[in-house]
């Protein structure tokens, strides 16, 4: 495999790479992009930009920052303000002597106004086992944002390199019926010169109407992605988005065990494997801690009535102090089944990273063997558009001379024309595995 040293290299983002023999008359980029406006930088950041699924992710991040800075609150004391009244009627009245009015030991109206403020002293971690599991859930709802810009943006950049390889193999496919055509001329000339008959020119006729629907299957394909591009940047369907930009082969050499050690540092959901992992380890902490003793200490300050002495409606400061130290004895043996509970979230959440590290793995090498395929098949669609131009030219001097017949021209004409299209296949799939490397990698694609 000469795919070797070094994995960060240039970026594919041009397209044009197809230049063959004479017979192939290729369209001017300048002529092919006029009015384009979208680069594959663009492309890829419009579409970012478009998607409601990042925004709708962002929110989510959000909502678990709340539940983060809520559950730090537990932290701090908790102050509360009271104020109520109530009239009781009837209320028992003494009668001490016949001399004195009667004595009452409880007023009709009640008031009473306070402020209580009330802290946790003491819960042996239980607050701070819940603040680590409600980081851990941010982590995780954050680095779901960087899988699904990653998965965007390849979706963008494949769309982007589909559309510009579709529109250069109907240049292909143009320069192939041009040279039937001219080819077909031919025939009727050398038909009414009396040297060739209708079926030679009723052959070239065939191969023209077939490379015609070569050319209508890329069409629609270039249609169908300029959909998909449209929904991607969510645009309406009818939307034509214009993209610009050239497409030519710009090999890169790759170290496959810094591409293996790159992937399994960076890859998002590998990171995304190990937040789970420390959420269930931080949830394992929640249970080992709930069923622990808290100790509450509380104070009051406010104002009320009802004192009996000197005077039982008279509104008097008053005070509250205590501590209440709350333990836990028995509770069904629930706290013993969320321990259970969380220690297999955790077996289940180091198996799912194991697992994710080996597809991570599988990826990399996957994305290196397509680019190595995709190098080879260049390399040899390359001898073979040498060869076909060359027999090309041989067919149509023997045709020419008398020596050679029609069918030898019309293969030679496909067979051109079929290599040029290997070759921009096979520049496509080099593309495109340069940019599922990256993705294997974690490197950032937009």
């Known amino acids: 495999m ?52 990042i925004n709708a992710l962002q929110e989510e991040v959000n909502q678990a920052q709340s539940r983060l800075a809520q559950q730090r609150t537990y932290l701090k004391p908790v102050v509360n303000g009271t104020a109520s009244y109530t009239r009781v009627d009837p209320q028992v009245k003494l009668n001490l002597s016949p001399e004195q009015a009667p004595f009452q030991l409880a007023p009709n109206n009640n008031y009473d106004t306070h402020v209580t403020a009330q802290y ?28 699904t810009r990653r998965d965007l943006a390849y ?58 629907d070569k050319k209508i299957d890329l069409q629609n394909q270039l249609q169908n992605q300029e959909v998909q591009l449209a929904r991607l940047l969510h645009k309406s369907e009818s939307t034509v988005v214009p993209v610009r930009g050239r497409f030519e082969y710009n090999p890169q050499t790759v170290n496959v065990q810094q591409a293996l050690e790159a992937g399994a540092a960076n890859r998002p959901e590998v990171k995304l494997a190990k937040d789970n992992e420390a959420t269930a380890t931080a949830q394992l902490r929640v ?78 090498l996957q994305a290196v063997n397509n ?16 060869q076909a131009s060359d027999a090309l030219t041989r067919a149509k001097a023997r ?18 024309a079929q290599s040029r299209l290997s070759r921009l296949q096979a520049i496509y799939n080099y593309t495109i595995g340069q940019y599922q490397l990256r993705r294997a990698t974690g490197e950032q694609i937009w």
């Open 120 to 147: 946790t002293l003491l819960d042996f971690g239980r607050a701070n086992a819940a603040i680590e599991a409600a980081r851990s859930r941010t982590l995780t709802a954050a680095d779901n944002i960087d899988v």
């Open 2 to 53: 000469h795919l070797r040293p070094t994995f960060a290299a240039p970026l594919l983002t041009t397209l044009g790479l197809l230049v063959g023999s004479a017979a192939y008359a290729q369209v001017p980029i300048s002529t092919a992009t006029a009015g384009d406006s979208l680069s594959l930088e663009t492309t890829i950041r419009s579409v970012l930009d478009a998607n409601p699924s």
């Open 287 to 364: 249970a080992e801690v709930s069923n622990k003793p808290q100790l509450n200490v509380l104070a009051q300050a406010g104002g009320k009535n009802g004192y009996i002495v000197p005077n039982l409606n008279r509104f008097r400061f008053n005070t509250v102090a205590g501590a209440q130290l709350a333990i836990p004895i028995y509770d069904g043996g629930r706290n013993k089944t969320q321990r259970v509970e969380a220690q297999s979230a955790i077996r289940g959440a180091q198996a799912r990273t194991q697992d994710t590290q080996e597809q991570v793995r599988a990826d990399v």
């Open 155 to 212: 979706a963008a950049a494949q769309s982007y390199y589909s559309i510009l390889f579709a529109r250069e193999a109907i240049r292909v496919q143009d320069a192939q019926i041009v040279s039937l055509r001219q080819h077909e001329r031919e025939m009727q000339r050398r038909v009414e010169g009396g040297v060739s008959t209708q079926f030679d020119v009723t052959t070239t006729q065939v191969r023209i109407a077939q490379a015609q």
């Open 371 to 386: 680019m190595q395929a995709s190098t080879d098949r260049y390399d040899n669609s390359q001898v073979q558009i040498g």
């Open 399 to 416: 045709y020419r001379y008398g020596v050679g017949n029609n069918l030898d021209v019309l293969d030679a004409e496909t067979q051109l």
